[in-house]
């Protein structure tokens, strides 16, 4: 378990590393392209869509899991409490990395050097990495192969997390990069803590064993 778990750490961390170079690169420039081109082909609704989409985050990814943990501590229910705490905390460390990351690397959101780039949503600090995608990587990863873990589930948290990482960039506020470096961020928080709460499932199983 433990190698499994420092192996898939280290791939995850030296992909960040590899994208924070990636972005210093001529591959910013096509980028910053792309998202000109997008933005130039949207219209008044599309653009109300994905703004939708965007300012939806929190409400489905601290949501779901927050309901889960209420409703397993009203109910005496340790398995729904025990998954929504970890997801909650799944997503506040991604959160953390983030802006740890964000304000090392001081990258400048797309729209700030860009003129062609138009902010259309919020962009508060630095752009890498997405603060937004580490969120919706850590909680449609838990939705799908934790909470729910159905078909339906992996393909609904899948739309929706895509569609997530869509709006940052059509709304002039994240490069693919940015997302990129997100979604790995997520996934480190994820894995970090799914790994401490498996961990303490096991001490605690062990010890209830123990004469």
Known sequence: ?????????????????????????????????????????????????????SDSISFISLGIPAIFLITGLVKKNRDYAMKGLMILLSIALAGAISATIK??????????????ITQWSVGGSNSFPSGHTAEVSAAALAFSLILFRTPVSIVLSLIWALLMMLSRIVLGVHNFTDILGGFMVGCLGLLIMHTIFKRYEKHKQKGSIDP
Do not use: C, H
Not at 28 to 45: D, F, H, M, T
Not at 104 to 114: F, G, I, Q
């Open 103 to 116: 304000r090392t690397v001081k990258e400048p959101r797309p729209y700030e050097v860009d003129s062609r």
């Open 1 to 53: 378990m433990k190698k499994k778990f420092w192996l898939t750490f280290g791939v995850l961390v030296i992909v960040l590393i590899g994208l924070g170079f990636l972005r210093i690169s001529s591959f910013k420039e096509k980028e910053q392209n792309v998202i000109a081109a997008l933005q130039a082909s949207q219209s008044p609704s599309s653009i109300r869509f994905f703004q939708v989409v």
